[in-house]
């Protein structure tokens, strides 16, 4: 049977893959017939299991964690980890070509595609038989409560090859009766509001108003003439190019679109008459990059934004040399001149009116734990990550065990984590490095509920989804979005693989060359369009997403 190469991207959960190479090999077989119409293999035989997969680069290993190992002596089983935090993609890559699988993979992120192309060779089994209350009945409860949950998961074939992960922490985690992904917004924009205090301007609530800040920022040197930095060291804006918390995008509000990226075919969106496109070919789109070379060429955007990574970004942000950038938390991004800085409202555009493409956030994905065809006893492996999905479990593979990283509990009965000066003092590490060297990946799935009964949310966290609810969703008027858990059929996945790449780099490369170049003129663009429905099949592509989504949506497809 053949079997098929993983690229870099398995440690993704995107729904599509890039392109996947085949080579030939032969598959262990373990008599689980396919298609979602296969039994329970109910042998009880094997207690002892080999596990391959992803860890934290901060973790000891996982064969010295605590937690896992009290789950295996309640499951009576133990377990060989051969878990990496390097060369994750390559060394799956080496054991599914040469057929040599380990009894489950955990923590690698297959994409869908991935999963119905190992379930369907026979590597990976079906997991439909064994997620009942006989065997998994936490998860079974989860998945009857939550149904979008288990549509998530199945494959088109009806079969299910991999667990549920996911982590659902929305505004509905702090109180609200609106529940927001943590992911909606990706970027919150920010300004140095003493610059403009000093230069007697008002925040900015328009593009051509910023524009008019930037370049008063850069005419007056602000940062060396404020902070007494370097003569010319001014950066009147700073981001990084098309990436998630500290891209440029949130500026094209005022054009009608924010194309963040995301977890399907990036640029496309769902208009709120249920119909698929993709931003990157309409005329919105062409006025944005437009618009924007006139602020590149005028020296008002960073012009190592296309190449410079976050450490570069924050380096300068943290040094007082950048007037507006893009980031999550403004503390974090402008370290010791946090103070003087605000967030920036979205801004209008040319014709006085914005739009924020609003995103579901991370969904539920089940390419993190797998089941292979060398496992002889799946029901014993199950129950053990069963007890996975209880929420005092799920909590401590995600954060640190009870008595190390959850200290006490508070009137409510919620656990209270350890805080950053705590963890300082007592194992001189800060709240985050003790979280990634006791945090387990694989297949954890975090309800929104678990914060208001069972664990405390993050500080930042709140304090991030305190700022969506309070100060960014009243800038978006349409929460239409396509949702990340839509299922594909084969077919539909084979076509994806064949022309995603190809159309995300072309419409990448042309966005940065136009704003770093200019244009496009009319016969640019119409080569462009051109060029995205012959060569990176655009059209089949769209036809691909609107079938998916009607079929998610219980529309009947035209």
Known sequence: MKKKFLGKRVVSAALAASMVFSLAACSSGGGESKGGQSSANTDTSQTEFSIMGGMSALSKGYDKNDTLKDLQEKAGIKI??????????EQVNIRIAGGDLPDAFMGVGFSNYDLSNYGSDGSFIDLTPYITEEYMPNLTKILKEHPEIKSAITMSDGAIYGLPAGE????????SEEDYSIYTIPQFSMINKAWLDDLGLEVPKTLDELHTALKAFKDNDMSAKYYGNAKGSTIPMSTGFDEWCWGQNIFYAGFGFTNWINDVCNDLV????????????????????????DWYKEGLMDTEMFSQDTT???????QGYVGVSTWWYIEELMGDYSKDYV???VLDGPDGTHNVTVRTGGGTNSGNLSITSACKSPVNLLKFFDQWYAPETVMQLQYGPIDVYFTEKDENGVWTSISDEESKKKYGKSAGELKGEYEVYGPKLILSDYYNTTFKMEDRAIERLTDLKDYWMK???????????????NEELETIDQYKTDFENTVSEQEGLWIKEGGPTDDEWNAYVDKLKSNCGMEELLKVYQEAYNRYAGVESK
Request: charged share 20%; hydrophobic share 35%; with cysteine.
């Open 80 to 89: 060989d980890w051969n878990c990496m935090s390097d060369s994750v993609g």
């Open 168 to 175: 659902q922490m929305g505004t509905a985690g702090i109180g």
């Open 270 to 293: 769902l208009k709120p008459d249920k119909n698929v496109e993709f931003v990157s070919a309409t005329d919105n789109y062409r006025k944005a990059v437009t618009y924007f070379h």
């Open 312 to 318: 570069q970004l924050m380096a300068k942000c943290s």
């Open 343 to 345: 967030f920036l409202p």
């Open 475 to 489: 800038y978006v008027d349409d929460t239409t979005t396509y949702p990340v858990d839509c299922v594909f059929t």
